[in-house]
């Protein structure tokens, strides 16, 4: 079984940082996706962004790109959402998730899910 730990929210300042990380252990597979999705209340689990673990392919989501940077550390097995210039519109709840897929950007296409760590940005 494939166990999937994010963490790393808090409170920040329109226009402040965070980094969010993901941390997956058990059973894992040789290729695989790393994404990052969002989900503020009422609205649904959104993409945000993704990596192919053995290739380093990412995928951003819109509302994201050019701001947030997805990276990966292959001998820590750890995932990394580092988010710039964060606006007040950024504040949900974020989820890492693990699929078998290529870059998935539903998210029915993943089937191992973080707890979700919230990011609250004031402004």
């Known amino acids: 079984q494939t166990q999937v730990v994010d963490s790393g929210g808090g409170l920040v300042q329109a226009g402040g940082s965070l980094r969010l990380s993901c941390t997956i252990s058990?059973?894992?597979?040789?290729?695989?996706?790393m994404a990052w999705f969002h989900e503020a209340p009422g609205d649904d689990r959104e993409f945000v962004a993704a990596?192919?673990?053995?290739?380093?392919?990412?995928a951003y989501g819109d509302s994201t790109k050019g701001r947030f940077t997805v990276t990966r550390d292959s001998a820590k097995k750890m995932g990394y959402l580092q988010m710039n210039s964060l606006k007040p519109d950024d504040t949900s709840v974020y989820y890492c998730?693990?699929?078998?897929?290529?870059?998935?950007?539903?998210?029915?296409?993943?089937?191992?899910w973080g707890q979700g760590t919230r990011v609250t940005v004031s402004s």
């Open positions: 990596i192919y673990w053995t290739t380093n392919h990412t």
């Open positions: 998730a693990v699929s078998r897929g290529f870059l998935g950007r539903d998210r029915t296409e993943y089937h191992y």
């Open positions: 058990g059973r894992t597979f040789s290729e695989f996706t």
